[in-house]
């Protein structure tokens, strides 16, 4: 029935609303979440090109940009992620280099999606270890202020994130790579494999965190 101004009080129907949802978006399964990572993963790519652009200065000829902006994405999406839960302190680093020195006795192997080298390298160890740090030909700092992150010369603040990112070398020859994380104080371990096909680099397994303590 129409008010007193001769306007129509009818409710829109349902079929007149029209919902803004991101087309990722599955339907059928919990939005919350995927939401959540999607937004991670939106923060993360933007950021991820500008600290590729710092590194190129480092890059050979041998060195494919394209893996080090995923690797980026990923790790920082996840950084993101984590920061969502409540658990990133407020000052948060990322050391990213090249390490061309791995420690592979026996061929050893991640054996997922296919299977990967084992991701550990000779630093900090005596003998083999399987928990051995890549070793790093050369490495940058950044970290992160007001959604982006900076180059800085070196660690600041006693609660702090620390992810430290070794990526192979030779990366343009090889079409897939294992990456090394170590995310401290938790002193937890992440691995993340990544394939190219057709001259694009995608994530193809990741491990769950670990901690040489467990």
Known sequence: MPNVDGITDAKPKFSDLSLDVDPRIDL???????????????????????????????????????????????????INIRDGEGDVPPKRFIKIGCCSHWFRPHQSRWTVAGGFAWPS?????????????????????????????????????????????????????HPQAAIHTLWSPMNHRVFYGFRRKEAEWKLAARSDFYSDNA
């Open 121 to 173: 390298g000779w630093h900090g160890i005596s003998g083999f270890s399987a928990h051995g740090l890549p070793e790093l030909d050369w490495a940058l700092l950044f970290e992160g202020i007001d959604g982006s992150w900076m180059p800085v010369k070196k660690f600041s603040g006693k609660e702090r994130l620390e992810v430290r990112v070794s990526i192979p070398a030779r990366s343009a020859r």
């Open 28 to 78: 059928t399964k919990p939005i919350w979440n995927q939401a959540q990572h999607l937004r991670a993963a939106d923060d993360a790519e933007e950021c991820a090109e500008i600290i590729v652009q710092t590194l190129k200065s480092q890059f050979t000829k041998d060195d494919d940009a394209g893996l080090w902006a995923c690797v980026l994405r990923a790790v920082l999406s996840d």
